[in-house]
């Protein structure tokens, strides 16, 4: 049964039959705005670009996998694409980005892999009725089991931001970890998140 994570949570990715989960796909699911007239309601596009940076063990950004490049230098990280929508009919349960970590291929300097959100067109995060981010085995395509769960929309400290921390992977001892961080930050771009994060959640 998936977890259902909390801001701050702090999780080892073991199975429920011992194993460690080492290939696994971070989704994130977002919907478009509505905006309400007189006699109407249109759907508004909104464009969230799903990232992540890789850093070491002093906390240097070594490589970021974003929309502008959709593989780590490694090769241990890539992404499904840029999504300039959201779902525009509601929730479809499918996720508009898909990001696949192996984590057992990743560079060995490697100590930390952060995902983030940042709102391209400055859209904000209080106006998108759902978003949400999952850890799963699988592909891009396809689900096989949900790990965890973490719903991100609709919390008033994100009102007002454009850019969101949504986690943290770290190894300790050799193992990989997980942090459910869900802090929106002040950024405007997604260069900027990079060095917070850096600062702040590492």
């Not at 699911?29 to 063990?57: H, M, P, Q, R």
């Not at 929508?85 to 499918?94: A, F, I, Q, V």
């Not at 689900?143 to 973490?150: M, S, T």
């Not at 008033?156 to 929106?184: D, I």
């Amino acid at each position: 049964m998936a977890i259902n994570l909390e801001k701050g949570q702090r999780i080892n990715l073991e199975k429920s039959n011992g194993s460690k989960l080492l290939n696994l796909c971070v989704g994130v699911n977002w919907g478009a705005i509505e905006k309400k007239g007189f006699f109407s309601t249109k759907k508004e596009a909104v464009d969230l670009d799903a990232s992540c940076a890789i850093y070491d063990e002093g906390k240097r950004n070594i490589d970021t996998v974003s929309f502008r490049q959709l593989k780590s230098n490694d090769q241990a990280i890539r992404h499904s694409g840029d999504d300039l929508t959201g779902d525009l009919n509601g929730n479809d349960g499918l996720d508009n980005e898909v990001i696949t970590v192996d984590l057992s291929r990743l560079t060995p300097s490697a100590n930390y892999v952060a995902f983030f959100i940042n709102s391209f067109r400055g859209q904000d995060f209080k106006d998108i009725p759902f978003a949400s981010i999952r850890i799963y085995e699988g592909t891009p395509t396809r689900v096989n089991e949900v790990f965890a769960k973490y719903d991100i929309a609709n919390e008033a400290t994100f009102a007002g931001s454009v850019s969101m921390v949504l986690g943290v992977f770290y190894k300790r001892n050799g193992e990989w970890k997980f942090n459910a961080v869900g802090e929106p930050t002040t950024d405007k771009k997604l260069e900027q998140t990079i060095v917070t994060i850096q600062q702040k959640f590492l």
